[in-house]
């Protein structure tokens, strides 16, 4: 069964606009992290959070976690037509260490 | 250049055939992952490996083995047991964690059954 759980399943936003997702979980969890996925490709790294950590930024990009509700967004700020791509979130499961669990993804569409 | 080498990168394998996806990996990373992803879904995972001569199934083993005989290589065989194999394979690998590190991916496999 999937572990995390993102949505929407699909967001298409204007260029210049912010998008959110979220990403739900169901165990308790070492890390929490985000990927991007352009079609047909690998996924690439975009930022980790840790489980005692609630907020975190990399350029464009903030993402929270509340270990409380067993979840976490990532805001992309001042959306560009790049941006179009899938965004997974993924977390390190407690007392499995190196056991990563995927979502499902969030779509993300820029429309220019 | 240090990175994650999937191969081939298209194989089409006919019903009934036994088929080897190819993974390696020059990062020194302990943790190797082979993941499944159908067309517009998430990521499944099929084995993963935390050490040389040892691995432990994910969420959907079943028609697949694997093996983990050197650091640097995590092949992936795809038996004429998995009875819907066509899809988009992707491995995976990561230093040993701690909690914090980051999983690096290769490029992917796309598997057709013909």
């Known amino acids: 069964s999937q572990q995390g759980e993102e949505d929407p399943q699909a967001l298409s936003i204007q260029e210049g606009e912010n998008a959110t997702m979220n990403c739900s979980y169901k165990?308790?969890?070492?890390?929490l992290q985000w990927y991007r996925q352009n079609s047909g490709r690998g996924l690439v790294h975009l930022i980790l959070?840790?489980?005692?950590?609630r907020e975190k930024h990399s350029g464009r990009l903030r993402v929270t976690l509340d270990t409380s509700k067993k979840s976490s967004s990532l805001l992309i700020t001042a959306s560009r037509a790049a941006d179009t791509a899938s965004y997974f979130c993924a977390t390190v499961v407690m007392n499995r260490d190196d056991k990563i669990i995927f979502g499902k993804g969030t779509r993300l569409h820029i429309l220019p | 250049d240090g990175g994650i080498t999937q191969s081939p990168k298209y194989l089409f394998r006919k019903e009934g055939q036994n088929v080897t996806l190819s993974c390696e990996q020059n990062l020194n990373h302990d943790a190797m992952y082979w993941y499944r992803q159908d067309p517009g879904q998430g990521l499944r995972l099929i084995y993963y490996s935390q050490i040389v001569n040892d691995f432990q199934k994910g969420d959907i083993a079943e028609g697949y083995s694997v093996s983990r005989e050197k650091k640097e290589s995590f092949p992936l065989t795809v038996t004429s047991a998995q009875k819907n194999p066509t899809a988009f394979y992707l491995c995976?690998?990561?230093?040993?964690?701690?909690?914090?590190?980051?999983?690096?991916f290769g490029e992917g496999s796309w598997l057709t059954v013909v």
């Open positions: 959070i840790r489980s005692n950590e």
């Open positions: 995976a690998s990561m230093a040993h964690t701690g909690g914090g590190n980051t999983i690096y």
């Open positions: 165990t308790s969890i070492n890390n």
